[in-house]
């Protein structure tokens, strides 16, 4: 017999399968990654060599992914602010003749301002 999984017992298993990937990480899909010899013969993993950079170095030539990009920068220039806003205002007592956006953003929904305040501005700023 099955049974239906809630989005809460979901996010508490994925969660835990986080954490043990990042207490354990020589198992499961780590345990994949190609182990080569560091400096002086010891073993290291792969990924020792990774360095963070900043995302102004990365340059996009035409590709698929810059045709994502492209997609992605679209969509969002096409929300019009008073929408994304509009939830900020109500809740500061400010007038909005906006129509919400719906969603994570309807005014009913407890996560709103996590979409136009967190998402929509980070991917904004990625864009450059």
């Known amino acids: 017999m099955t049974r239906d999984v809630s989005r809460r017992e979901f996010m508490v298993g994925m969660a835990a399968a986080t954490a043990g990937a990042a207490l354990w990480p020589r198992t499961g ?4 990654l190609p182990v080569h010899p ?3 013969g ?7 060599r990774v360095h963070p950079f900043d995302v102004r170095q990365v340059r996009l030539g ?8 492209e997609v ?5 220039m096409a929300l019009e602010p008073g929408r994304l806003l509009h939830m900020f205002r109500v809740t500061a007592g400010l007038p909005s003749s906006a129509e919400p956006l719906g969603g994570w953003e309807a005014p009913d929904n ?7 305040g967190g998402h929509y501005l980070s991917a904004c700023a990625l864009l450059g």
């Open 72 to 76: 992605n920068r679209r969509y969002l």
């Open 42 to 48: 010891a073993m290291a993993d792969a990924g020792a």
């Open 62 to 69: 035409p590709s698929a992914f810059r045709d994502a990009m």
């Open 29 to 32: 899909v780590a345990a994949l």
């Open 110 to 116: 407890e996560l709103r301002g996590h979409f136009a």
């Open 38 to 40: 560091g400096p002086a």
